[in-house]
């Protein structure tokens, strides 16, 4: 089943051209999913298409229009639900978030513009705020993009090939263990040399081990999260103790 995803927008080629690109284009191609842009100033009754106006109660900035939203989302029938609104108030977004966003049929995104949408809009059309972090950006189409980027490559076929999301970062609360590839030396640095020894079983482990070491070392939090090492996760670590300064350890 083919994910819908609609966008309603202020910058409808902004997105189109991004979802086009890549790992996006592709996976639409291969009908993963489909994208469906909404350009709000299509539903602008103003001759001049404003979409926008000043704050009630002053103040600076300007703020998106409740109309124009509203018709939007009234104007398809078949847009996509739940519509999710990019706000910095938002819910947090997160790998977990986007593996729920993965098992939809479809969901919409909102993406504000100024400095903010008539509160009105929010509390009659929309049926959650996703924020990607504690910063503000000059609108929601980049978060929108991460969002339909990470939840799309976590479809089936998604990447082209499904095994992909399986090892990497946060699939499974860890950090990703670092890649190598060719040559095998590089501006005076060497590739582990256990991951050019073909035994398959021994590099599994190392690599969890560099998974555990990176996320003991560089978020805690996470760590902390899972419940800390089980049993075979320290034997592993054991087996392959902290990299030395050259970077080795296998
Ligand atoms: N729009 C503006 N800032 C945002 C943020 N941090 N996350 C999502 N959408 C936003």
Redesign the pocket.
């Known amino acids: 089943m083919s994910l819908r995803i609609d966008v309603l927008t202020l910058f409808p080629e902004a997105v189109s051209q991004y979802a086009t690109t890549s790992v996006l284009g592709r996976a639409q191609e291969r009908g993963v999913w489909q994208l469906h842009v909404h350009d709000i100033r299509d539903a602008s009754d103003d001759p001049h298409r404003t979409v926008d106006d000043t704050p009630f109660g002053g103040g600076a900035g300007m703020v998106l229009l409740g109309e124009p939203i509203l018709r939007t989302v009234e104007s398809d029938p078949g847009m996509a639900r739940p519509l999710i609104a990019?706000?910095?108030s938002?819910r947090t977004?997160s790998h977990d978030v986007a593996l729920e966003l993965s098992h939809l049929e479809g969901f919409s995104l909102l993406?504000?513009r100024y400095e903010g949408i008539d509160q009105r809009a929010l509390d009659l059309v929309v049926d959650e705020e996703?924020?990607?972090?504690?910063?503000?950006?000059?609108?929601?189409e980049l978060?929108a993009l991460c969002v339909i980027e990470s939840v799309v490559r976590l479809r089936p076929g998604g990447l082209g090939n499904d095994e992909s999301t399986l090892q990497e970062s946060f699939g499974d609360g860890l950090l990703e263990y670092p890649h190598y590839t060719r040559p095998a030396q590089l501006r005076g640095l060497n590739v582990p040399e256990i991951l050019r020894s073909g035994d398959h079983a021994r590099i599994l482990r190392w690599r969890r081990a560099q998974s555990l070491l990176r996320t003991m070392a560089l978020r805690p939090d996470l760590m902390e999260r899972r419940g800390g090492l089980s049993a075979h996760e320290q034997a592993i670590l054991d087996e392959f103790p902290a990299l030395d300064e050259t970077g080795q350890n296998g």
């Open positions: 990019l706000t910095p938002g977004f993406c504000g996703l924020s990607l972090g504690d910063f503000v950006l000059a609108g929601g978060a």
